[in-house]
Every structure is written in C-alpha cells, then in structure tokens.
C-alpha cells in the first residue's frame, strides 16, 4: 500500500505505478520525481479539481485515473502526454470538455457519471479510440465528426439526453458492444410481467456469490419453498453500462430458455428500500467462460493460460449463445455485453448468458435500424467465435468444421454492418455443421 509519506520521502522514486487516495485537494509536486519512470497513475477519490499544467512531462504514461473527484472541466494538458492511452474520469462533475484536449493515442476513454453536455468536434481526429464511455451524462447528440473513429468498438452511452441514434454509428465497422438504455429514444414496451414479488423477510442470505458494478449476488435459502436460490440486490446508482432499473427489465423480458440464467421473481420490501432479482441457483461445477478485458487487450475476453477446446465443444458454446441471442433480438432488446466473460459453462460446455447491465430495448417497427442494431451484437458473436476458434485444439484446425465455422466468423465481422447475418440465419448455418 503506497502512502503520501513514502512519496515525499522519496521511497517511491523510479516506481512504474502510483496510487494515492487520501483525501489530496492539490496534485503532489513530489510525483514530477517520477516523471521518466510512470506509467501508471490513480489518483482516485480524492477532492482534486485540476491538474499541473506541465503534465507533459509523463512521457512514460499510459494510464491515468481521476475517478470519484471533484474536476469541473476535463484538464486539456492531457493531451501533453504523448503516450497516454487510457483515462478515467468516472463520478466527477465535468460540465466542460475543450477542444484537442485528448492525447493523440487515446484507446479507453471513461467519463461515466459526470454532467457533460456536449462532445469536443475534435474527438474525431483519435483514431485509436476503441472503448469510449459516457453514460450517466446531458449528453444529447453526437458530434458527426465522430464517425471518423471508425476503431470504436465498445461505446456506452446509457443514461443520456439522446432522442435517437445517428445512422452514422450504427455503421461504425467495428462497433459490436453499445449500449444506449435510459435515453428517450430507448422507449421500454409494455412487459406482459407476471413475474412474482417475493418478500425479503422470505430469504435467509447466506454467502456472497459474486459482485459486479450493478449490484451483489448472493447465495440465499427462500424460506417459503425451501429452496437456495441466487438473489441480486442492485446498488441503485449509474454504472459504467448504465441503470440498474433497465437491467432489470432487459433480465425480465428476455424470458426463459435454456441457455439463460432462469430469473424467478422480484425482490419487495427490501429493509433499505433496493430493488433485486431472484434468480435459480446455477448448479456448482459452472465456471466463467473467459476473464475481462486487460488494459491491453482493451475489447477483448482474455482466457486461463492453458485453455483450449474441441470443436464439439465450441459449437456447442456458440449454438446456445446464437439462439439466446435470436430470442432475445426477437423482442427487441439488444444485450450490449455479449462476452465471454458473461458466460458461464460446465465440464460439458454446456453455456449459460446472463448479465443484462447493458441491456436495452429498441423499436422493433423500424426494421432497419434494428436490423443494424441486431447486426452490431452479431459482431459481438463473431468475436466471441474468433475468440473460441483461436483456443481450437491444434489437430481440429484443418477439419471441415473448424473451416466452415471460421467462414462464418468472418461473415459476422464484415465491416459493412448491413451484409452481415442475422441471428436467425446464423443458427442455420451452425446447425449445418456436423
């Protein structure tokens, strides 16, 4: 654990990474002793509002992190650090974001949660940008100038002022995760939700499961029917993805099917007022797929050292997520996180999908814009089958199905989102393969 107290001692000097959070309201001088060696800084929780002008004196600097601050406006000297790729902003009080104020090789871009009216024109010379998130602002367009960023592959812009989408973005030719709930636009259908509300005084919680941005899942015994169960008790804020209350409808109205996490009922009367879903218990001996993105892998799933799979496995994986996908699709609900890290298997690749926190719904009526809305998480499938191909066990990589499963992928990953295929059509040529 690093303290204030070895940084101006010098105990710190030549160190690659630095995190303080003590409550600083100015930036230490001391830190600029670091200045050839850094690489990675965060700065966060703290009460800073701004930064020294000579930032660019961090030519080692890849990574900055400024969440949970009190920045009023996004400090343009970052666009000093020549080498900086990732940012992070998260839960400050940003109004103003200038012009050229972004490094040049800016890859993750985070201001989630701040009050942001409007984008700089300029965001569209950073070609590199591939993972952009901005929910939880006042953000009510796009600049057009941002269809240049045609690396994009991941946005999140939940939570805003947006009373459409620009065409211009559903044809981003690698956009495959996007989540855009909580806008106008993003108008939640009527749920045919028969869906039981089972009271808190009914659950006995035991030990916690697992716990992500929006929300703990904990491991419960349901009293009444004296049965385990799995509750999620959402945390009520904005996350990186968006708001809880549209995950919760997404989860809901996506049904059940096999190779979904099986939602039994609504959580009333929760003792702090928080809402929760109550889910089945999913049977021990299920494992996650694939681990989340790395800073340098920025979009993509990485994967247990040593993993591979055969290809009856794979197509077992993909046939399951493929239909999931179609279903969910056919209501109009986008899941925005197709990942391997959202998916969960057994010894016998036997998958489960969940996670619904970047979920949305969309306006089944205008036919082509959700065709390119479900062609943009097609993407996010052939990803996930890139992903599982690479993984193939070496003597399966010139079988007739791996081929046949690869051409498919590639179908998938057209950069003319419009040419690739629907759901539908992708489960028929996966049944295909033998």
């Given at each position: 654990?690093?303290?204030?107290q070895?940084l101006?001692?010098?105990?710190?000097l030549?160190?690659?990474?630095?995190k303080?959070?003590?409550?600083?309201?100015?930036?230490?001088?001391e830190?600029?002793?670091?200045?050839?060696?850094?690489?990675?800084?965060?700065l966060s929780?703290n009460?800073?509002?701004?930064?020294?002008?000579?930032l660019?004196?961090?030519?080692?600097?890849k990574?900055?992190f400024?969440?949970?601050?009190?920045f009023?406006?996004f400090?343009?000297?970052l666009?000093?650090?020549?080498n900086?790729?990732?940012?992070?902003?998260k839960?400050?009080?940003?109004?103003?974001?200038p012009?050229?104020s972004?490094?040049?090789?800016i890859?993750?871009?985070?201001?989630?949660?701040?009050?942001?009216?409007?984008?700089p024109?300029?965001?569209?010379q950073?070609?590199?940008?591939?993972?952009?998130?901005?929910a939880?602002n006042?953000?009510?367009?796009?600049?057009?100038?941002?269809?240049?960023?045609?690396?994009?592959?991941?946005?999140?812009?939940?939570?805003?002022?947006?009373t459409?989408?620009p065409?211009?973005?559903?044809k981003?030719?690698?956009?495959s995760?996007l989540a855009?709930?909580g806008?106008?636009?993003?108008?939640?259908?009527d749920?045919d939700n028969k869906?039981?509300?089972?009271?808190?005084?009914?659950?006995?919680?035991?030990?916690?499961?697992?716990?992500?941005?929006?929300?703990?899942?904990s491991?419960?015994?349901?009293?009444?029917?004296n049965?385990?169960?799995?509750?999620k008790v959402?945390k009520?804020?904005?996350?990186?993805?968006?708001?809880?209350?549209?995950?919760?409808?997404?989860?809901?109205?996506?049904?059940?099917?096999?190779?979904?996490?099986?939602?039994?009922?609504?959580?009333?009367?929760?003792?702090?007022?928080?809402?929760?879903?109550?889910?089945s218990?999913?049977?021990?001996?299920y494992?996650?797929?694939?681990?989340?993105?790395?800073?340098d892998?920025?979009t993509?799933?990485?994967?247990?050292?040593?993993?591979?799979?055969?290809?009856?496995?794979?197509?077992?994986i993909?046939?399951?997520?493929?239909s999931?996908?179609?279903?969910?699709?056919?209501?109009?609900?986008s899941?925005?996180?197709l990942y391997?890290?959202n998916?969960?298997?057994?010894?016998?690749?036997?998958?489960?999908f969940?996670?619904?926190?970047?979920?949305?719904?969309?306006d089944?009526?205008?036919?082509?814009?959700?065709?390119?809305?479900e062609?943009i998480?097609?993407?996010a499938?052939g990803?996930?089958?890139?992903d599982?191909?690479?993984?193939?066990k070496?003597?399966?990589?010139?079988s007739?199905?791996?081929?046949?499963?690869?051409?498919l992928?590639?179908?998938?990953?057209?950069e003319v989102v419009?040419?690739?295929?629907?759901?539908?059509?992708?489960?028929?040529?996966?049944?295909?393969?033998?």
């Amino acid at each position: 654990m690093q303290t204030l107290q070895d940084l101006l001692s010098g105990k710190l000097l030549n160190t690659k990474k630095l995190k303080l959070s003590c409550g600083l309201t100015e930036f230490p001088r001391e830190i600029f002793a670091l200045s050839e060696t850094l690489e990675l800084l965060d700065l966060s929780g703290n009460k800073l509002s701004e930064l020294p002008l000579e930032l660019g004196m961090f030519q080692k600097l890849k990574i900055i992190f400024l969440s949970d601050n009190v920045f009023t406006k996004f400090p343009k000297q970052l666009a000093d650090c020549l080498n900086l790729e990732m940012i992070g902003f998260k839960s400050n009080l940003i109004s103003e974001f200038p012009e050229n104020s972004l490094p040049p090789k800016i890859r993750w871009l985070i201001l989630t949660n701040n009050k942001i009216p409007h984008l700089p024109k300029t965001i569209g010379q950073y070609k590199f940008l591939q993972k952009v998130m901005f929910a939880g602002n006042e953000l009510k367009e796009l600049p057009p100038e941002m269809a240049a960023c045609t690396n994009i592959e991941l946005l999140r812009i939940s939570a805003n002022k947006f009373t459409t989408l620009p065409e211009w973005l559903l044809k981003l030719p690698k956009l495959s995760w996007l989540a855009f709930a909580g806008n106008q636009f993003s108008t939640i259908p009527d749920i045919d939700n028969k869906l039981e509300e089972i009271d808190w005084a009914e659950f006995e919680p035991g030990e916690k499961l697992g716990e992500g941005a929006s929300g703990v899942i904990s491991k419960a015994r349901w009293s009444r029917k004296n049965q385990v169960v799995a509750v999620k008790v959402f945390k009520g804020e904005v996350t990186s993805d968006g708001l809880p209350k549209d995950e919760m409808l997404a989860c809901i109205s996506a049904g059940n099917h096999p190779n979904l996490v099986k939602v039994i009922g609504k959580i009333k009367n929760h003792p702090v007022k928080k809402s929760g879903l109550v889910f089945s218990l999913i049977p021990s001996g299920y494992k996650n797929l694939g681990i989340s993105p790395t800073f340098d892998s920025c979009t993509r799933d990485v994967f247990a050292e040593g993993t591979s799979f055969s290809m009856n496995q794979i197509l077992k994986i993909v046939r399951g997520i493929a239909s999931v996908s179609e279903q969910i699709h056919s209501k109009g609900i986008s899941h925005g996180d197709l990942y391997a890290h959202n998916i969960l298997i057994d010894k016998n690749a036997n998958p489960l999908f969940g996670d619904f926190g970047a979920g949305a719904f969309y306006d089944k009526s205008n036919t082509y814009t959700s065709e390119l809305l479900e062609k943009i998480e097609v993407r996010a499938f052939g990803c996930l089958m890139e992903d599982l191909l690479k993984l193939a066990k070496p003597e399966e990589k010139t079988s007739f199905r791996y081929k046949k499963t690869k051409a498919l992928l590639y179908d998938c990953m057209k950069e003319v989102v419009i040419e690739r295929p629907v759901f539908k059509e992708i489960i028929n040529q996966l049944n295909e393969i033998q």
